[in-house]
């Protein structure tokens, strides 16, 4: 429920002093000076990346002490130390400096520019919160990211990386990891002990196994389709606000595991892999909207539909499959109407799945 608040317009006197001691600080940092380190890095980092046609490079390669007014560039409150480099959508070129000399830096932000090469060494900069290079062109591998405590937010998506994920153990802050769209192989890496771990999104790359996922309470959006991850689906368990699982076009093989933990989740999305045995009972995962199954070696009787049902008419796939209907009617009405087919098994020929293969990678 929303909740009214009135906005009560402080005295002029108080816009004053606010006014006044921003003034103050900005002029401060103007003429305080970072570390001639630092100042290196941001020249650094001008010079490799194109800085003379960048869409705005205000302040850049100023004088000593002006650097906290460059162009998207953050000091802390004193103007000692650069805490932040916001250069996302600024057509940034040619390649990244090394950053270590950024002692202080927390946020570092290059996402959707025209980079290339590899990205810097991130393991000393242990004040690091976020760090973005989605829509790039960097290629290499993902560096180590042992040592960054104070982790939150990982982009690399869409980009041309290759090798494999980096150990996360450790990252006890991480919210978002975000490795989509690359050429990453070898296995998923092991999410258990990630507490505050919200999305892991590592679709579209050539992983292949899966990693522990067990216990990540505050787990939201799992995706990894589009690899080539083989062997069985690790436990769900504790997964209670997942919503999303998608793990399509793979080749998972095996039953799916226990799925009653999943009492947030709305989307399953595990066609086109090589899955057997049965669908485990839905009843207690009331906000399921689509299951998607079609395309893999499943068999048994389909089971009773979430109670209460909310799947959407006309999104669920669960054939070419094994399965066979319901003993209950009311089941199979369910069903037909999930799936927008009557009868909803009208495409589960067993023959078919080996007639077809599993149409996996």
Known sequence: MRIATRFIRPPRSVWRSLLSASLAAGAMNAHAAIPASERAVLLALYAQAGGSGWADHAGWGGAAGTECTWHRVVCDAAGDHVVQLALTSNHLSGTLPSLAALIRLRIANFDSNDLGGSIPALAGLAELESFG???????????????????????????????????????????????????????????????????FNASDNQLDAFGDVSGLANLTYL???????????????????????????????????????????????????????????????AALNDVVLDHNAMSGPIPDPPAPNHLVAGISTLCPNGFTPSTHPATNAAWNSATGVSPWNADCDPDRIFRDGFDSD
């Open 223 to 285: 995706r990894v389709e589009r690899n080539r991850i083989a062997g069985p689906i690790p436990s769900l368990a504790g997964l209670s606000n997942l919503l999303l699982f998608v793990a399509d076009d793979n080749r998972i093989e095996g039953p799916l595991p226990d799925l009653s933990d999943l009492v947030h989740l709305s989307g399953l999305v595990l066609d086109h892999n090589a899955i057997t045995g049965p669908l485990p009972p839905l009843g207690g995962l």
């Open 133 to 199: 290079v989605e829509a790039n062109h960097m290629t290499g591998s993902i560096p180590p990211l042992a040592g960054l405590t104070h982790l939150n937010h990982f982009s690399a998506a869409y980009n041309d990386l290759s090798g494999p994920i980096p150990p996360l153990t450790g990252l006890t802050q991480l919210q978002q990891f975000f490795v989509l769209q690359n050429r990453l192989s070898g296995p998923m890496p092991t999410l258990t002990g990630l507490t505050h771990l919200s999305i």
